[in-house]
C-alpha cells in the first residue's frame, strides 16, 4: 500500500493549536503520516536571505526569510505535545530538521524512526551525513537536482550508515565508494528517493512524472513523489506510475496567510486523495494475468459457444448455414467450430440448440 504523507509543514502559522488540528484533518482523512518541519530560523537562513517569489506572493509581506520564518517557528515543548496528540490519533509523526539542533531534538526526544531530507537541503553534506549517522531510515526529497548531485547525496547517506568517520572521502574516492556493494546494500532498504518540482505550486508541464522510472532505474531505490501542483490528479496518477510514498501540502484553510496556504489542499480534498489512491492501490493489484474471482460468473454469459442456426437432422452435414457462434458460453467453444464442419451430426437439433457431439 502506498504510503500518504500529509505535509503540514509551517501551515500551523507558529500556532499549536493550529497545528492540533491539522493533525486531527490528517488522522480523519487518512493519512498514514502528518508531517511538520522543525527547524531555528537562525541556523537556517541569514539576515540577508530574501524570500522566494512564491513566498512573498503568498505571504503579502516584504520581508527577509528570517523574519518570515521566526513566526512560523515552533517549540520543543509544542512538538512533544503534536507527537503525543498523533499517538492518540493513531496517525504517524514526522519532521524535516533544518539544522543539527533539530535533528537531534527529533532523534532522541521524539524519537522519530523515518528522517525527511527536503530538496533544498541535498546539497548540505554536512546535515546530510548527521542524517545518515542516525541509522534512520532515510527520505531524499529530489526537487530542484539532477542525477549527479542525487547520487552524491546518496554516496554520503552510504557513508553515514557505514562508516564510524566524521570526514568524507572527497571527489572519486566518494564516487568509488559508493559504486561499492557495501555502499548500495547500505541503502537498499533503508532509502526512499522522492521526485519532486520544487515551485509552489508547480506547473503540470514541469512535474514530469517519467522521471520517477529513471530514479528507479538508475538507484534501484524505492520511488514515491513529492507533489506541489495544484488539485489531487497528479497525487493519484504518480501511485498508478508506481510511486509507493506520496507527500502531498495540506492546509485548514487555502485562505490563511503564510507562504504554503495557498499550494496547499484543504482537508476535503485531502481525503479525496486518500481515497483516490486506496482505490489506485487495489487496483494495482497483481502483475499474473488470470481470470478473476468477480469475473467467473459472467463467462457464461458473455462468451459464446457453437449453436444450430436451422433445424438440423440426424446425419446432416454441419456448414457455415447450419452452425453459428452465439450466446451463451455454455456449449463448446468457438475454437472448435472448424473441427465439425463437414462431419454429420449424430443429434437432431432445432435452431438455437447447443451443438453438444
Same mark, same amino acid.
Given at each position: 500500500m502506498? $504510503?500518504?504523507?500529509?505535509?503540514?509543514?509551517?501551515?500551523?502559522?507558529g500556532?499549536?493549536? $493550529?497545528?492540533h &488540528?491539522?493533525?486531527?484533518? #490528517?488522522?480523519? #482523512?487518512?493519512a498514514d503520516?502528518?508531517?511538520?518541519?522543525? %527547524?531555528?530560523?537562525?541556523?537556517?537562513?541569514?539576515?540577508?536571505?530574501?524570500?522566494?517569489? *512564491?513566498?512573498?506572493?503568498? &505571504?503579502?509581506?516584504?520581508?527577509?526569510?528570517?523574519?518570515?520564518?521566526?513566526?512560523?517557528?515552533?517549540?520543543?515543548?509544542?512538538? $512533544?505535545? =503534536?507527537?503525543m496528540?498523533?499517538?492518540?490519533?493513531?496517525?504517524? %509523526?514526522?519532521?524535516?530538521a533544518?539544522?543539527?539542533?533539530?535533528?537531534? %531534538?527529533?532523534?532522541?526526544?521524539?524519537?522519530?524512526?523515518?528522517?525527511?531530507?527536503?530538496s533544498?537541503?541535498?546539497?548540505?553534506?554536512?546535515?546530510?551525513?548527521?542524517?545518515a =549517522?542516525?541509522?534512520?531510515?532515510?527520505?531524499?526529497s529530489?526537487?530542484?537536482?539532477?542525477?549527479?548531485? =542525487?547520487?552524491?547525496?546518496?554516496?554520503?547517506?552510504?557513508?553515514?550508515?557505514? &562508516?564510524?568517520? !566524521?570526514t568524507?572521502?572527497?571527489?572519486?574516492?566518494?564516487?568509488? %565508494?559508493?559504486?561499492?556493494?557495501?555502499?548500495?546494500?547500505?541503502?537498499?532498504?533503508?532509502?526512499?528517493?522522492?521526485h519532486?518540482?520544487?515551485? *509552489?505550486?508547480?506547473?503540470?508541464?514541469?512535474?514530469?512524472l517519467?522521471?520517477?522510472?529513471?530514479?528507479?532505474?538508475?538507484?534501484?531505490?524505492?520511488?514515491?513523489? /513529492?507533489?506541489?501542483?495544484?488539485?489531487?490528479?497528479? @497525487?493519484?496518477? #504518480?501511485?498508478?506510475?508506481?510511486?509507493?510514498?506520496?507527500?502531498?501540502?495540506?492546509?485548514?484553510?487555502?485562505?490563511?496567510?503564510?507562504?504554503?496556504?495557498?499550494?496547499?489542499? !484543504?482537508?476535503?480534498?485531502?481525503?479525496?486523495?486518500?481515497?483516490?489512491?486506496?482505490?489506485?492501490?487495489? #487496483?494495482?493489484g497483481?502483475?499474473?494475468?488470470?481470470?478473476?474471482?468477480? !469475473? $467467473?460468473?459472467?463467462?457464461?454469459?458473455?462468451?459464446?459457444?457453437?449453436?444450430?442456426?436451422?433445424?438440423? &437432422?440426424?446425419? !446432416?452435414?454441419? /456448414?457455415?448455414k447450419?452452425?453459428?457462434i452465439?450466446?451463451?458460453?455454455?456449449?463448446?467453444?468457438?475454437?472448435?467450430?472448424?473441427?465439425?464442419?463437414?462431419?454429420? @451430426?449424430?443429434?437432431? *437439433?432445432?435452431?438455437?440448440?447447443?451443438?453438444?457431439?
Amino acid at each position: 500500500m502506498t $504510503i500518504i504523507i500529509a505535509e503540514a509543514g509551517v501551515n500551523h502559522n507558529g500556532n499549536e493549536e $493550529i497545528a492540533h &488540528s491539522l493533525v486531527h484533518a #490528517a488522522a480523519k #482523512a487518512g493519512a498514514d503520516i502528518i508531517k511538520f518541519q522543525t %527547524f531555528r530560523a537562525e541556523e537556517l537562513t541569514t539576515q540577508h536571505t530574501l524570500q522566494a517569489n *512564491y513566498q512573498l506572493k503568498n &505571504s503579502n509581506k516584504d520581508q527577509s526569510q528570517l523574519s518570515m520564518l521566526k513566526k512560523l517557528e515552533l517549540s520543543d515543548e509544542a512538538f $512533544i505535545n =503534536i507527537k503525543m496528540v498523533c499517538d492518540d490519533l493513531g496517525i504517524g %509523526f514526522m519532521s524535516t530538521a533544518f539544522d543539527l539542533a533539530s535533528l537531534n %531534538f527529533l532523534v532522541q526526544k521524539i524519537g522519530v524512526e523515518t528522517l525527511k531530507i527536503p530538496s533544498g537541503e541535498i546539497t548540505n553534506a554536512p546535515l546530510i551525513l548527521e542524517h545518515a =549517522i542516525t541509522g534512520k531510515d532515510i527520505i531524499l526529497s529530489t526537487g530542484m537536482s539532477n542525477i549527479d548531485e =542525487i547520487r552524491n547525496a546518496l554516496a554520503v547517506i552510504a557513508f553515514g550508515y557505514t &562508516s564510524s568517520s !566524521e570526514t568524507l572521502p572527497q571527489g572519486q574516492l566518494l564516487t568509488k %565508494f559508493f559504486e561499492s556493494r557495501v555502499a548500495q546494500e547500505s541503502i537498499k532498504n533503508k532509502v526512499t528517493l522522492l521526485h519532486c518540482t520544487s515551485e *509552489y505550486p508547480a506547473p503540470f508541464e514541469d512535474l514530469n512524472l517519467n522521471a520517477m522510472h529513471t530514479l528507479a532505474k538508475e538507484f534501484n531505490l524505492q520511488i514515491g513523489y /513529492s507533489d506541489h501542483s495544484l488539485g489531487i490528479e497528479v @497525487s493519484i496518477a #504518480a501511485v498508478g506510475m508506481g510511486a509507493q510514498v506520496i507527500e502531498k501540502h495540506f492546509t485548514l484553510d487555502n485562505g490563511m496567510e503564510g507562504p504554503d496556504h495557498q499550494a496547499s489542499i !484543504e482537508p476535503d480534498e485531502l481525503e479525496r486523495m486518500v481515497q483516490s489512491i486506496r482505490n489506485v492501490d487495489l #487496483a494495482t493489484g497483481s502483475a499474473d494475468k488470470n481470470i478473476q474471482t468477480s !469475473e $467467473i460468473k459472467n463467462l457464461s454469459v458473455v462468451r459464446k459457444s457453437i449453436v444450430a442456426l436451422d433445424e438440423i &437432422s440426424l446425419g !446432416e452435414v454441419f /456448414s457455415k448455414k447450419n452452425i453459428g457462434i452465439k450466446r451463451p458460453g455454455t456449449g463448446l467453444s468457438p475454437f472448435k467450430y472448424w473441427d465439425y464442419l463437414g462431419k454429420k @451430426s449424430q443429434h437432431v *437439433y432445432h435452431a438455437g440448440d447447443l451443438i453438444d457431439e
